[in-house]
């Protein structure tokens, strides 16, 4: 049971009162218990006593002295000031100044020793200290620890000293009538204090182990509940779920092979092999398949989707885009062009009656391979037999918006490809209910892609170099963030860089446009002229980053490409990346951005590993930012964070691991507040079902 006086409004508490409460609102906290949880941002180390010998100005310091004399008078802005004029130990005179702050005059008297922290201004005849701490020592006894001060965030009207105030005046009394939710025995695989004693240690710490230990009793909890929940979901699904048995028997698997260009790397046969092994069964597979740009998931993708049809059942591949998805299935069907597998495509833009033949011909099973973009997941889409769906570039249509393609019978397997590699610690949470395959050798016969940052004064001569690849018979891609220009703005526009390339550099060249805003015919016709080798360059917006594939471009130039996420900008290398030739990519910062001085292009330019780089991503940007998180439909963390709390999230999720292992649904006594804790948060986001 909650105590009621846990649940009580704020108002009621010491030091608040109905003014402070309103501002308290505004930052959540409404009710005693929410008060105790609102933790400290950081913490303000107290600097070392200091003699008044090594004194500086300017600096924060805490020393030991003697109270010399008291002043007090109003100012003409009509604040009151207090004055303390105190000799430090080491000799010099230090004079403490509060403002508005009266009631400390009975505080002191002449002669009382005290420890003053604050900031030193030299006043050139002393020195001088505005709103220091201070606290008073007893008789000669020496000083107690400096305690480190936490440091809440505020809103208008909130001061961070009446906010720490406060806690001081709640925090004691009430963090014991907080419930333990973590067993002992977990807190101590956890190596994590109590919860009584973590709650009164992240508000007032003795010692900034103290509150670290205390902040990594709440990180850890916040990271196992998640995990817990997360590992509930998936036995959930593992359970509730049947698809269709799809085993890849020795006289499949050659024949598949058999259709297949070439000889498959180690991590495409790994990664083939894993597929292999979950449709194999009867519970679903979900499958994350990553693999750097070019790294050949494609092939993967067939391999299952040809698994699939071997045993009679249809599959779905889906794109987010027209222009990747008719890519998709004219690969199939070359591959596919003497065999009875039947492919179609389906798309938003099809005229109605093709679209409603496919519709029909699906529903009818008369069709083994669908591919098609979100126009796939259309009420009025049915199978006969749906057995696998693999979806492309996941990130775009985000993370939880699972296909929810409709089908009679059982679930289809689940295959996610994505060319964003995913940092650990996204992969063992907001993918956590999927299983990794991971492709990180390239197909063999790949030349480097040498890459430049530059400033746009360089334009002219990478222009020049440009050109002589066109007469090496090469190709080029120029991209620019926006599809027109903007009144008042420099940002590179395709259209504005289109006219002006045709009429200067490459006027003799034939140059293509393509971007989001054209139909879907002008796509398709510029996209084969270019893989026809009729567009010599193609100017375009960030649309080619999805999986365009011409080997024989090689040169890219990236304009205002500061604008560009890293993994953004590596998926764009990946284009030209494809062929024999050696690659040639120009990240051009915009007009008054120092590429040298922009740390997203520097590790773009010193990386070309995809993974490193999405670490960095994360590093850079934070966790918040990154693709998927803010979709991912999950609650936000309160204080973990995965950035910065790598390690404590594989503690949780192997110690999570340990709790279902010993008890698959949570049932014994000591586990019933966990428990309780993990459906409260995630129960709705994640639909767990009652029943453990
Ligand atoms: P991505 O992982 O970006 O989707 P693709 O599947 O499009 O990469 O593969 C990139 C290119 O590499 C394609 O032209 C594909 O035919 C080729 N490829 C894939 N696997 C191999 C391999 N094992 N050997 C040779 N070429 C390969
Ligand atoms: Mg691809």
Request: proline share 5%; net charge negative.
């Amino acid at each position: 049971m909650v105590s009621s006086k846990l649940l009580e409004s704020v108002q009621f508490l010491p030091g608040i009162g109905p003014l402070r409460a309103k501002l308290l609102a505004k930052l959540g906290v409404y009710r005693a218990v929410d008060l105790l949880f609102f933790f400290p941002r950081s913490y303000e180390e107290v600097p070392p006593l200091e003699s008044s010998d090594a004194f500086s100005d300017n600096t924060r310091v805490s020393f030991i002295g003697t109270v010399q004399e008291l002043d007090e008078r109003v100012t003409q802005s009509g604040k009151h000031m207090l004055g303390c004029l105190v000799i430090a130990d080491g000799g010099s005179a230090v004079r403490l100044v509060w403002f508005n702050q009266p009631f400390r005059k009975s505080d002191l008297r002449s002669g009382l020793r005290l420890v003053a922290t604050g900031v030193l201004r030299s006043t050139g005849l002393h020195w001088e200290m505005t709103q220091p701490q201070i606290t008073v020592i007893d008789g000669d006894e020496s000083p107690a620890p400096q305690k480190p001060l936490p440091v809440y965030s505020l809103t208008e009207g909130l001061k961070q000293s009446a906010t720490r105030n406060m806690m001081r005046l709640s925090v004691p009394a009430l963090a014991g009538l907080v419930e333990e939710v973590l067993p002992e025995a977990v807190r101590e695989r956890l190596d994590v204090p109590p919860v009584d004693i973590a709650l009164r240690d992240i508000h007032l710490p003795h010692c900034l182990d103290d509150a670290l230990r205390a902040q990594r009793r709440f990180k850890t909890q916040e990271l196992l509940v998640l995990q817990l929940a997360i590992a509930m979901q998936r036995s959930q699904r593992e359970q509730s779920a049947k698809s269709p048995r799809c085993e890849p028997t020795g006289k499949i698997h050659a024949r598949i092979l058999s259709r297949l260009r070439f000889t498959l790397t180690g991590d495409q046969q790994n990664a083939i092999a894993d597929i292999g092994r979950d449709m194999a069964a009867e519970v679903p597979m979900n499958r994350l398949l990553q693999g750097d740009v070019g790294s050949g998931k494609t092939v993967v993708a067939q391999y299952a989707m040809l698994l699939c049809v071997a045993h009679g059942f249809q599959a779905a591949l889906m794109a987010p885009t027209e222009v990747l998805a008719r890519q998709h299935a004219d690969t199939l069907e070359r591959s596919l062009a003497s065999s009875r597998v039947r492919v179609a495509l389906l798309i938003g833009s099809m005229p109605r009656r093709q679209r409603q033949e496919i519709i029909d011909q699906l529903a009818a099973g008369e069709i083994d391979l669908v591919v098609g973009t979100q126009a796939l997941l259309a009420e009025d889409v049915e199978f006969r037999s749906l057995g696998l769906v693999i979806v492309d570039e996941q990130h775009k249509f985000g993370v939880m918006q699972r296909a929810q393609l409709r089908t009679e019978f059982s679930q289809p397997h689940y295959l996610v490809l994505s060319a964003t590699p995913i940092p650990r610690t996204i992969a063992m949470t907001v993918f956590g209910d999927l299983d990794v395959s991971t492709i990180r050798q390239k197909p063999p016969g790949r030349s480097a892609v040498h890459t430049y940052v530059a400033s746009p004064p360089s334009l002219d001569s990478w222009w020049k170099f440009v050109d002589d690849q066109l007469k090496l018979g090469r190709q080029a891609y120029v991209i620019a963030p926006r599809v027109s220009a903007a009144d008042g703005s420099e940002i590179a526009s395709a259209e504005g860089i289109h006219q002006q390339l045709s009429g200067g550099p490459f006027s003799r060249r034939h140059v293509g446009l393509l971007h989001g805003r054209l139909t879907s015919e002008e796509k398709e016709a510029v996209l084969g002229d270019f893989a026809r080798g009729d567009v010599e360059v193609l100017v375009a917006t960030t649309v080619v980053e999805v999986g365009i594939d011409v080997p024989n471009a090689t040169v890219m130039t990236i304009l205002d490409a500061n604008l560009l996420g890293l993994s953004q900008l590596h998926q764009l290398r990946g284009r030209i990346s494809r062929g024999s030739h050696p690659g040639f990519v120009c990240a051009i910062a915009s007009a008054g951005c120092d590429g040298t001085d922009n740390k997203r292009l520097q590790a773009f330019e010193k990386s070309d590993d995809g993974f490193e780089l999405a670490e960095m991503d994360l590093q850079m940007r934070g966790p918040g930012d990154l693709l998927g998180t803010s979709q991912s439909g999950l609650p936000a963390l309160r204080i973990a964070n995965l950035v910065e709390d790598a390690s404590l999230l594989e503690l949780a999720r192997d110690v999570a691991g340990e709790i279902l292992e010993d008890d698959p649904s949570l049932s014994h006594p000591v586990l019933q507040k966990l428990l309780k804790q993990t459906r409260t948060r995630y129960g709705k986001a994640m639909q767990l079902s009652d029943v453990g």
